[in-house]
């Protein structure tokens, strides 16, 4: 899939037929908050804090987004989706004279620290096409006055019935719009002052705001418009989902919380959930997560929050964020079937555990399904447990450890892309063929790496179970067996891939490897 999102519209690559899968592809996380500057509601991918910085804007007081996205890189994270979201946020505005009216222009991104200006000149324009005019816009770093994006515009005009009516050339705009009221002429020449034939740029007459906190209906947005966390829409895929708490002291809602779980479920990915800021001892803690209801094995989090050595305010901080970009080391680094109790795998020294736990603490709180923050022997804290938050559920028993929850999305995800070109293919003998071919590779490739207890695998394929008489749409469908590394059992799941569409069957369940070896 490309990198770029082009304002709503996703385009999938689909993988060439018969190809090797990737078996150990780069864990993507994707984090929803505030931020000073940038797009709204539009997945931007970063790979460094200086990426983050340049598009979002420094770290800021009144947003954890940015501080999330350092920890997210500090910790060994490579790939980041950032979706900017705001609240009543508006855009700076510009307005260049048209003899005694305007061409207003407002900022596609709002925010205070959003700058740009315009300028208008006639250069390669008739004298006798006076509806026409050049316009060109540019974005303005304000620290140091440098230009970081500029657009041309050359022989639009300001007639409605136009081809070339402005405010229509600018809805490609990355920089601003045209507002109404339109122009009643066209844009004066943007001059020096005493200089009539030398163009200048006019700067912004009002400032942008950054609108007010965000409320969880923000985070959360519309999955018609694709705003908030449904702009994930935008991308084929992510693994990891973090909303960073909505300002200083203040905690993501469960309302947020749950929208956020089931659209992850939905998208086979895993969301990360910081405790709550006042619980301050274990039993807090699980009874406070008992109360809000998190009992899903696509859900994981922790206790306790963290504060920084020799800092001046001793806040306590949350670190998901740092848990997101240890996951991603980790799979670089170990796969995602290990436990994240590695070497390495452990957080900044200068973060240490918010309060020290006793050893039934830590036991109760990953019976409770939270992953224990705990000090490591060289002064460095590491998270304990590899648990998800699915307890209590026969159907989700297995899914209670993080490695097999994680693995097994792993190889759905990875499995649902590498063979959706199948659906594509005519029906014939050879197609399960095959489909059986390149998925067993793709497992005795895991196997050669250390992610299952044996290679007893069981994979079969149907290129035309999901015909039906009354549709034309041609499906297959996987049963897989395997038996994942630090799981006390086989899995077995169903997958079925259409055109319209891919899901994972609820047979978990139907043949096992003892009946298939019979």
């Known amino acids: 899939m490309s990198d770029a999102v082009d304002h709503g519209i996703t385009v999938t690559e689909i993988a060439a037929m018969d190809q090797p899968v990737d078996v150990c592809p780069e864990t993507t996380a994707a984090f929803v908050g505030r931020a000073l500057r940038g797009p709204l509601n539009l997945p931007v991918l970063v790979s460094n804090f200086g990426e983050f910085r340049r598009r979002f804007g420094d770290v800021w007081g009144r947003s954890s987004l940015g501080p999330a996205a350092r920890q997210f890189f500090d910790h060994g994270g490579k790939r980041l989706y950032v979706i900017r979201v705001a609240n009543n946020a508006r855009g700076a505005m510009l307005c260049l004279p048209a003899s005694g009216s305007a061409l207003v222009l407002r900022a596609v991104e709002p925010g205070s620290t959003e700058f740009i200006r315009a300028a208008v000149d006639f250069d390669g324009i008739d004298d006798e096409d006076d509806d026409l005019f050049n316009l060109t816009l540019q974005r303005v770093n304000p620290s140091v006055g440098t230009v970081i994006d500029q657009e041309s515009f050359r022989k639009v005009s300001w007639e409605e019935s136009s081809d070339s009516f402005v ?128 009992a899903s094995p696509n859900l994981l989090s922790y206790f306790p929050r963290v504060r920084e050595r020799d800092s001046e305010d001793d806040v306590a901080r949350p670190i998901g964020g740092a848990f997101a970009g240890l996951l991603c080391k980790q799979d670089r680094t170990y796969g995602s079937w290990q436990s994240l109790d590695q070497q390495g795998l452990d957080l900044h020294r200068r973060l240490k555990p918010e309060h020290e736990l006793s050893d039934d603490d830590e036991i109760s709180l990953t019976r409770a399904g939270l992953n224990v923050l705990v000090s490591g022997p060289i002064g460095k804290a590491r998270l304990s447990g590899s648990v998800t938050m699915g307890r209590g559920s026969e159907t989700y028993a297995k899914f209670s450890k993080l490695p097999v929850r994680r693995f097994c999305l792993q190889i759905i995800n990875t499995i649902a892309k590498a063979t959706r070109w199948a659906v594509f293919e005519p029906e014939d003998s050879t197609l399960a063929t095959r489909l059986h071919g390149q998925v067993l590779t793709y497992l005795h490739c895991l196997n050669d790496l250390g992610a299952f207890v044996d290679d007893n695998f069981i994979v079969q394929c149907d290129a035309g179970v999901s015909n039906r008489s009354d549709s034309e749409e041609h499906g297959i469908t996987i049963l897989l067996v395997f038996h994942p590394l630090g799981c006390d059992e086989p899995i077995s799941l169903t997958l079925h891939q259409t055109a319209s569409g891919f899901r994972v069957g609820s047979t978990a369940f139907g043949l096992t490897i003892r009946q298939s070896a019979s």
């Open 167 to 294: 405010a229509d050339e600018l809805r490609a705009s990355e920089i601003a719009y045209v507002e109404q009221p339109f122009p009643m002429h066209r844009p004066e020449r943007t001059t020096a002052s005493g200089r009539s034939y030398e163009s200048t740029y006019v700067d912004h007459v009002q400032s942008g705001t950054d609108g007010t906190e965000l409320s969880n209906y923000d985070l959360i947005g519309s999955r018609c418009k694709r705003s908030g966390l449904f702009a994930l829409q935008n991308i084929e895929h992510f693994d990891l989902l973090y909303l960073p708490p909505t300002g200083k002291g203040k905690d993501v809602g469960p309302a947020a919380i749950l929208a956020a779980e089931l659209y992850s479920r939905e998208r086979g990915a895993m969301l990360i959930v910081d405790p709550l800021s006042d619980w301050s001892t274990a039993r807090e803690a699980i009874d406070g997560v008992r109360d809000l209801g998190y």
